[in-house]
């Protein structure tokens, strides 16, 4: 209970989203990160105890990234067109601000953090990229690991002192979970 979380790609403030449950039932309060601006208003609504972020988090800050996104599947927009066209063709491109997890939790006075959810469609790297973890070193991770990235996820958490926590492995195969290794 009362837990922080920072959760990048979190398109809309309730479907399919992995920290909707920890504010509505655990009271925890965090950042929601999402280039996609449509989603402000019903985060401000309904999600008083979690600031909207409208950002693309990636491995460098005051730039600006090409996304893809299809308008009746938001949750595939991807810096990928190939990706977010492999649900339907017809991906619109949208030209968004750039930031980098560590200029974002600083920003927002952020020291330390419980979970970190990132499901950002192939930009995952990129994202960890810019993230000291060893410095903010959540307690949890969820993070999407499609085939394309996943090795690279996999070895980025290792050379960080975390380890794959396999229970979850059978009940959800598109995440990874993560949690540092206890000396």
Known sequence: RGGVFVDVGANHYKNDSTTFYLEERLGWSGLAVEPLEQFAAEYKQFRPKTTFLPFFVSDVSDARAKLYVLDKHTVVSSSDRKFTERTASGAREMDVPTIT???????????????????????????????????????????????EVRQWILDYFARNGYVLVGKYLEADEHNLYFTPLKP
Do not use: Q, Y
């Open 101 to 147: 997890m560590n200029d974002l939790l600083t920003k927002n006075g952020i020291e330390r953090f419980d979970f970190l959810s990132m499901d950002i469609e192939l930009s995952e790297p990129k994202a960890l990229s810019g993230f000291d973890i060893t410095r903010f070193r959540p307690e949890l991770v969820c993070i999407e690991a499609h085939s």
